[in-house]
């Protein structure tokens, strides 16, 4: 086996954490990829997996290896597209990763038209709320509300991770109260964020963790401590939850965008919402993307951008 299938047999064995499954991934035996990887070892004189009989797993300089390999082949299979002249007939496998609910209205019809425009092309969506690392889990692209580099939709930008993720900003996304016309009827509408201290609150883990909320008055930012009466760890429980009068709940517009829509929920303190929160698309080409990493994140640009069923407040940038 060549030092690039060594270097693949690696990558594989990396990502399964597994010699079996990366050999049946590579089309080889388990032993061809011991081999492989007991070359790499001896080449470089360093040790880059430890085995034992349960586990697979990378060494630190193994971590730092795979991270280098990974843009070398991306490189290497750009070079080869680029030289077949295939960028107009695109094959091979892209993974693309989004907030959930996010994903399934705004990512997916993107991904449709990609697959109709390029039909040997393969895609996998994982649309899940919490942070998909880029290098670490071999996703391709993600969208990022609030950051570019990791961070999860709801986390704070102070918080985001030092590595630097080549970022196109296509817009940004409110994060609005709401709650039933039932629930605002019997309760009243709050005309202050102070007033959430009367009300039932309904807390989604993965847009509100913080038990301090956000605001802006006339005088100035302002952080209003809720005590959640319930809290759901998936965004569409909490929708649920708000039609169904349990109470005031906080989430991005695009997650209640149809119910306002429907009127089965309103929006509350809309005068005293926090800034929007940035929409970024990223890819995990920092030496350079290939050519179907580019073709879909054009693609999706263009489409989080320009479509004007999108809630979003549109970037300048984008």
């Keep these: 086996m060549d030092r690039m299938h060594a270097m693949s047999a690696f990558v594989a064995v990396a990502e399964e954490q597994n010699f079996a499954a990366a050999a049946r991934r590579m089309g080889t035996s388990p032993a061809t990829i011991s081999r492989a990887i007991a070359g790499l070892e001896e080449r470089l004189g360093v040790k880059l997996v430890l085995r034992t009989t349960r586990s697979v797993r990378l060494t630190d300089v193994g971590q730092r290896y795979l991270d280098d390999v990974r843009l070398i082949l991306a490189k290497v299979n750009e070079a080869h597209e680029s030289a077949a002249g295939t960028q107009s007939v695109l094959r091979g496998h892209l993974s693309v990763t989004a907030?959930?609910?996010?994903?399934?209205?705004?990512?997916?019809?993107?991904?449709?038209?990609?697959?109709?425009?390029?039909?040997?092309?393969?895609?996998?969506?994982?649309?899940?709320?919490?942070?998909?690392?880029?290098?670490?889990?071999?996703?391709?692209?993600?969208?990022?509300?609030?950051?570019?580099?990791?961070?999860?939709?709801?986390?704070?930008?102070r918080e985001m991770r030092d590595v630097v993720t080549p970022a196109v900003a296509v817009g940004s996304m409110r994060r609005v109260l709401c709650a039933s016309p039932d629930y605002l009827a019997a309760r009243g509408r709050p005309a202050h964020p102070a007033e959430l201290a009367g009300h039932t609150i309904i807390a989604a883990q993965n847009v509100s963790p913080d038990p301090d909320w956000s605001f802006l008055t006339e005088e100035g930012p302002l952080n209003v401590r809720v005590s959640p009466a319930l809290t759901v760890t998936s965004n569409?429980?909490?929708?649920?939850?708000?039609?169904?009068?349990?109470?005031?709940?906080?989430?991005?517009?695009?997650?209640?965008?149809?119910?306002?829509?429907?009127?089965?929920?309103?929006?509350?303190?809309?005068?005293?919402?926090?800034?929007?929160?940035?929409?970024?698309?990223?890819?995990?080409?920092?030496?350079?993307?290939?050519?179907?990493?580019?073709?879909?994140?054009?693609?999706?640009?263009?489409?989080?951008?320009?479509?004007?069923?999108?809630?979003?407040?549109?970037?300048?940038?984008?």
Excluded: N
Aim: aromatic share 6%; net charge negative.
């Design 99 to 157: 907030p959930a609910m996010f994903g399934v209205s705004h990512v997916m019809p993107c991904i449709a038209d990609f697959l109709a425009q390029y039909p040997l092309m393969t895609v996998s969506g994982y649309f899940l709320d919490r942070v998909v690392d880029l290098v670490d889990e071999g996703v391709d692209v993600a969208v990022r509300i609030g950051g570019t580099h990791g961070v999860r939709d709801v986390r704070d930008v």
């Design 236 to 318: 569409d429980a909490a929708v649920a939850a708000a039609t169904l009068g349990a109470g005031i709940t906080r989430l991005f517009h695009y997650q209640v965008a149809s119910e306002l829509a429907e009127r089965r929920l309103e929006i509350v303190l809309a005068e005293h919402e926090e800034a929007p929160w940035p929409i970024h698309v990223v890819h995990s080409g920092v030496g350079g993307a290939s050519a179907k990493v580019r073709a879909f994140v054009d693609l999706l640009v263009r489409h989080l951008s320009q479509d004007p069923a999108q809630p979003l407040t549109r970037s300048g940038a984008a």
